[in-house]
């Protein structure tokens, strides 16, 4: 049976839109085995599984293959008429386990629950079947928002897991979460990260709201520009980061995430376009503000509005481009009765050398 499927098809009933909820410590003693221990020693469990008796092992045989054609109902009428048969405590408990993949399938959750559980009160498995089903108790749990039972099934699992996957650490940072404790979520989402064999863009998407909910700047931009660099293409993670460092007052570090992301054509919101520009004027970088506002007023993603018209008008006279910036006065002063635009154009005229444009203005 292919559990690790079926793990991940669980794992997303359950990795649905998440809220935020108040700070709680994580401070506790733990066991040897715990997930969190640095130099965890998880308990010795036999991986050796009883023999089958020949009888038993072809009837499972017809069981699978009828699992494998979809005759659901026809597994599971040959599994229940096994109980009745004479059976070892371990073909029990396989009996029991191949039951509640049936019941999966049928989407049957509760009647799972109550087969996996038997299963592994059994305790007869192999250790590598005795710790999937245990992972599938906890997958369920989740999958009907039961935190502490998920919880509680995480536990027994990593008990006899020497190195547990990556999907069992979001599992329990997921619960944990929705129990309200997203600090004591946050070093399994971390680990869950860390050992991913892939980037999860909504793994770190969760520890990176923890971090920034708990304005924990610096390790949230470590985790942005993680997001950056494998979804460059995506706007709002050079706008997170930036924002991060506006956070810690690091105006440079800000301006030069959303420099990446322009020049990655990652940047086209309007709004982070104009605090490209205000950000650069501020840090007297004056022609790339002015350059990135008339590039963007020019294809029509920035309006050329009173507002940005005279941010456009700041940036040119600041780099001295003074051409630039008498065209932008007399596109204002088309829309707008100001006769200081007049003064201003004659002052940068003056600067040009040019009398004859003075006295035109005037």
């Not at 906890?138 to 502490?148: C, F, I, N």
């Not at 490209?276 to 007023?297: H, K, T, V």
């Given at each position: 049976m292919n559990t690790s499927r079926r793990h991940n098809n669980l794992l997303k009933l359950w990795l649905t839109l998440l809220v935020l909820f108040p700070q709680y410590s994580i401070s506790e003693s733990l066991p040897k085995y715990h997930p969190l221990q640095e130099d965890r020693v998880a308990i010795e469990r036999s991986n050796a599984a009883p023999q089958m008796s020949y009888n038993v092992n072809k009837k499972f045989e017809g069981v699978a293959d009828r699992f494998g054609n979809k005759d659901l109902e026809g597994a599971m009428d040959s599994l229940k008429a096994m109980l009745g048969w004479n059976l070892s405590k371990y073909e029990r408990a396989v009996v029991h386990q191949f039951m509640g993949f049936v019941y999966v399938q049928q989407n049957d959750v509760d009647a799972a629950i109550k087969a996996f559980k038997t299963c592994v009160d059994y305790n007869e498995l192999s250790n590598s079947q005795h710790q999937g089903t245990v992972?599938?108790?906890?997958?369920?749990?989740?999958?009907?928002?039961?935190?502490?039972?998920?919880?509680?099934?995480?536990?027994?699992?990593?008990?006899?897991?020497?190195?547990?996957?990556?999907?069992?650490?979001?599992?329990?940072?997921?619960?944990?979460?929705?129990?309200?404790?997203?600090?004591?979520?946050?070093?399994?989402?971390?680990?869950a990260n860390q050992k991913a064999e892939k980037p999860k863009e909504n793994w770190l998407q969760l520890e990176l709201a923890i971090l920034f909910i708990n304005k924990r700047?610096?390790?949230?931009?470590?985790?942005?520009?993680?997001l950056a660099t494998y979804w460059p293409d995506k706007e709002q993670y050079w706008e997170t980061m930036a924002g991060a460092y506006m956070e810690m007052q690091k105006d440079t570090d800000a301006l030069a995430a959303l420099?990446?992301?322009?020049?990655?054509?990652?940047?086209?919101?309007?709004?982070?376009?104009?605090?490209?520009?205000?950000?650069?004027?501020?840090?007297?970088?004056?022609?790339?503000?002015?350059?990135?506002?008339?590039?963007?007023?020019?294809?029509?993603?920035?309006e050329k509005n009173e507002e940005n018209l005279r941010l456009l008008l700041g940036a040119w006279t600041s780099a001295r481009e003074f051409d630039q910036a008498i065209e932008i006065i007399d596109t204002l002063a088309l829309m707008l009765n100001d006769g200081t635009l007049y003064i201003q154009k004659a002052m940068l005229l003056n600067e040009k050398g040019d009398w004859s444009g003075i006295k035109d203005a005037a």
């Open positions: 992972f599938n108790l906890a997958s369920l749990y989740g999958s009907q928002e039961k935190w502490d039972l998920a919880i509680d099934s995480l536990m027994q699992f990593y008990k006899f897991e020497q190195d547990p996957a990556a999907e069992s650490y979001i599992m329990a940072g997921i619960a944990y979460f929705q129990k309200g404790q997203p600090l004591k979520a946050l070093p399994y989402i971390h680990i700047y610096d390790e949230a931009i470590g985790i942005v520009k993680q420099n990446l992301g322009y020049k990655n054509n990652a940047i086209d919101k309007e709004e982070t376009l104009e605090n490209l520009a205000r950000l650069s004027f501020y840090l007297d970088i004056p022609y790339q503000a002015a350059e990135i506002m008339q590039n963007n007023m020019d294809s029509g993603l920035v």
